[in-house]
């Protein structure tokens, strides 16, 4: 067996061929299994030390192999070194491993997983033993030797090994982590935030978690506390989860429903930071408010019931979920007041906001007094009134209580009265104005004689053959119509009047060519005159010689 074993050992087939292959390994498998009856032997006469080996006819035999047959694990070991590509075709692998297990040899069996890169036959064999420690072990241990196509080992294991050894797990799984330009992390970069990736849409050049949690779900849910095995009660697939979340940006919705669920059934504290934080929110909102309102945690509904627009289930919940303490606070008005009252929402209009401050008012009236209900009032900063919340009051309530109340409001309704008696006051008088402006423009008139002049090109009125004429009854000036347009045009126009800076407010209005400019004053002593006469000489041809 000593010249098989060298035989066998020697790597005297370079380049061997498909029929020499299948022979080294049928020489393999003899050998293992010589090797194999031979310690069986040893091990039977040891059992029976009364046994005479001199009429053992495989005594010499023993002599003689026991230098070569001493250790199979070791024997193995150099077998694997030397035609490992043999031990990695899976038949011949499985057909030694079951050789071995048959003849008991478990912890050589291990050895050769172990040796071999077998770590599902390992954890297999643990976990069929409930030696759940060790075969957390071995996946942790193989974490930095597993590649990332290969890490599924973790996703069928964990769920077994996650109810009795969690806290040794979820270290293990924060500390796998692989390179993060790897092509293979592509599940594990999944659901990550946009900020996580660099400008070229890949993950940064660090390492990152290599484990998907969507795929840890199974797992995750297994988790019972009570089974830490440090004693902690920290409860360790929150803790992993919020890595996930804040630290590598994972952006799964079933990630964040599932972490959502666990923080309103575990840690409330946590619950409330998350709820109200203003990262953006990747959880189902409907979601997280049925498993809010499963596990009681009312107060924790406010800001999803505000996210989700219910605004007046958002306040009754939070008023109704707290009590007043002996000193008369109502926590949940405070809360109510700084969270929703505080800025109008966005969206909404004014009538409707004034509804929520109407609410608040309605649920202070009937938990604490109409006193309290008035500091509502004043809080709202006039979106309500004395008389909006007297509908709610009792006839029973002391007027007393609304003595200060009725004073502001009737002062308020006081100067408010004032103001508008002012302003009606200024109607009638810019109304008179009017009538009076009109009246006289009925008794204005204008006459012309025959011979009557144009003041600007001082012919007569009636020589043009009939053209029109303008006449201002103000000024008594007769001027031909061309002749006004005409200088208006040699003065730019409308536009002049635009460019003036100290024109009368409104003299332009409804002025838009240089007709209706004509209609509106005399060219002679109105603003045309004032224009004009802030016109340089040189740049005046009336002045010309």
């Not at 294991?157 to 500390?175: K, N």
């Not at 309605?362 to 008035?374: N, P």
Request: aromatic letters at 8%; a negative charge; glycine letters at 6%.
């Amino acid at each position: 067996m000593s010249d098989l074993d060298t035989t066998a050992n020697a790597d005297t087939f370079p380049g061997r061929s498909q029929p020499m292959e299948s022979q080294l390994l049928c020489l393999l498998t003899h050998i293992t299994h010589l090797r194999l009856e031979d310690d069986g032997r040893k091990e039977t006469i040891a059992r029976n030390p009364q046994h005479n080996h001199h009429h053992d006819p495989h005594h010499d035999e023993l002599e003689l192999g026991e230098g070569s047959s001493k250790d199979l694990k070791h024997y193995l070991v150099n077998a694997v070194d030397n035609h490992t590509d043999s031990f990695k075709h899976p038949k011949f692998y499985r057909m030694i491993s079951s050789l071995l297990a048959s003849q008991g040899r478990i912890d050589i069996t291990l050895a050769l997983a172990q040796k071999l890169g077998h770590v599902h036959y390992t954890i297999s064999y643990y976990l069929s033993q409930e030696q759940y420690t060790k075969a957390c072990e071995v996946l942790v241990a193989e974490s930095s030797n597993v590649e990332g196509e290969k890490s599924g080992i973790w996703y069928e294991f964990a769920p077994t090994i996650m109810q009795h050894c969690p806290f040794a797990l979820v270290t293990g799984m924060v500390r796998f982590r692989l390179p993060a330009k790897d092509t293979y992390l592509a599940d594990a970069t999944m659901g990550c935030s946009d900020s996580y990736f660099d400008d070229d849409g890949l993950p940064p050049d660090r390492l990152v978690r290599a484990l998907d949690p969507e795929k840890l779900l199974p797992a995750f849910v297994q988790y019972d506390p009570s089974t830490n095995e440090n004693k902690s009660h920290e409860h360790q697939v929150i803790s992993l989860l919020e890595s996930c979340i804040e630290v590598d940006g994972n952006r799964s919705k079933v990630v964040h429903n599932y972490y959502v669920s666990l923080l309103a059934k575990y840690d409330v504290a946590r619950l409330r930071a998350f709820l109200e934080s203003t990262a953006p929110v990747y959880y189902d909102p409907e979601y997280a408010l049925r498993q809010c309102l499963v596990h009681f945690r009312k107060q924790h509904c406010v800001p999803l019931y505000q996210r989700l627009g219910l605004y007046e289930d958002a306040i009754l919940i939070a008023l109704h979920s707290t009590e007043r303490r002996g000193d008369g606070e109502w926590e949940g008005l405070k809360r109510v007041q700084e969270v929703i009252l505080n800025k109008r929402p966005r969206g909404m209009d004014s009538a409707t906001f004034k509804k929520l401050w109407l609410l608040v008012a309605k649920e202070v009236i009937t938990e604490l007094s109409t006193r309290d209900a008035l500091q509502v009032v004043e809080k709202s900063n006039d979106i309500l009134r004395l008389e909006d919340i007297l509908a709610f009051v009792s006839e029973d309530t002391v007027i007393q209580n609304f003595k200060q109340a009725i004073c502001n409001s009737l002062n308020r309704y006081t100067t408010e009265i004032a103001k508008l008696a002012e302003d009606e006051r200024l109607a009638t008088e810019t109304s008179n104005a009017i009538k009076r402006e009109k009246q006289g423009l009925h008794h204005r008139f204008g006459a012309v004689s025959a011979k009557q002049t144009c003041e600007l090109c001082k012919r007569g009125i009636f020589q043009q053959g009939g053209e029109a004429f303008l006449v201002y009854p103000g000024c008594q000036h007769v001027f031909h119509e061309g002749c006004v347009l005409r200088k208006l045009e040699a003065m730019d126009g409308v536009i002049a009047f635009k460019t003036e800076e100290g024109l009368t407010p409104g003299y332009l209005d409804g002025v838009r060519s240089v007709m209706d400019l004509a209609s509106v004053e005399c060219v002679m002593c109105g603003e045309c005159a004032i224009i004009e006469v802030g016109k340089p000489i040189d740049e005046d041809a009336s002045w010309d010689i």
